[in-house]
């Protein structure tokens, strides 16, 4: 059977709302749907209205955000929370992301909060994990992936994980041009398979497990093909409409 892949860009701090109506005016006047994927755009909180609208029409483009706080309203200046950005029309959230954790410090309890907070809004958390270069150099990298996915999910119930995203994004290959080779990815996309399965059971065997770091058009089929990689999360490559096309349609 063909997998079913699921694509997603994240824009991070880039695309002011002009460049995001250009480049969903490109996207979804070239891109054709097709049956075994589906596309996340996940760009800045102030660009969220201009994706949503480009999308209305379109069942296989979905729009999320790229961080929300674990409260849903409140005197939390400069946050955005889970039911705010629903009611905007996100459908999917970005939990733990790497630059969350390593430039803002965010914790795994932090993680776990937002997870909760996600389900309890209606998100669908795609929840990023990943090791440091130093915990890969010191063998650490499953006990470390594993360690974050626990966290991330351990105030929900089962079926929520089940029906949730996982990212493994190895911190050292995130906008350094440095990709997992299919083969180093795939052996964590394997373990991390694993963990779901006993969290979540059965069902933890169909939750996509993206890769993030460095992905472009020319090493994106090759990190497709391993094993257990249901997709990318992919940043630097997916802000210029005609390499994201390039991607998405690989
Ligand atoms: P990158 O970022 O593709 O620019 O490495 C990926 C990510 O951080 O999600």
């Avoid at 209606?122 to 915990?135: D, K, N």
Wanted: with cysteine; charged share 20%; net charge neutral.
């Amino acid at each position: 059977m063909k997998k079913s892949l699921v694509f997603a860009a994240n824009w991070k701090m880039n695309q002011a709302p002009a460049d995001a109506t250009a480049f969903m005016r490109t996207f979804v006047g070239q891109y054709t749907r097709q049956q075994d994927r589906r596309v996340l755009f996940f760009p800045s909180a102030v660009s969220l209205h201009v994706v949503v609208g480009a999308i209305k029409e379109r069942g296989d483009l979905e729009a999320g955000v790229q961080n929300i706080h674990w409260e849903d309203k409140g005197a939390f200046t400069g946050e955005t929370s889970g039911t705010l950005a629903r009611s905007a029309g996100a459908r999917h959230a970005l939990i733990g992301h790497s630059e969350r954790r390593h430039v803002f410090g965010e914790t795994d309890e932090e993680t776990g909060k937002k997870v909760v907070a996600a389900i309890r809004a209606g998100l669908t958390p795609t929840i990023c994990v990943g090791e440091t270069l130093a915990q890969r150099e010191a063998a650490e990298t499953l006990a470390v992936v594993r360690r974050q996915l626990r966290a991330a999910v351990s105030g929900v119930e089962a079926a929520s994980v089940a029906s949730a995203i996982v990212a493994y994004e190895p911190v050292w290959a995130i906008g350094t041009g440095k990709n997992a080779t299919p083969a180093d990815a795939s052996a964590v996309h394997v373990a991390l398979r694993a963990e779901l399965r006993e969290i979540a059971g059965e069902r933890g065997g169909a939750v996509p497990i993206l890769y993030g770091g460095s992905v472009n058009r020319s090493n994106v089929d090759a990190l497709l093909a391993a094993a257990e990689v249901g997709g990318v999360l992919v940043g630097g490559a997916s802000l210029d409409a005609e390499q994201w096309l390039a991607i998405v349609r690989t």
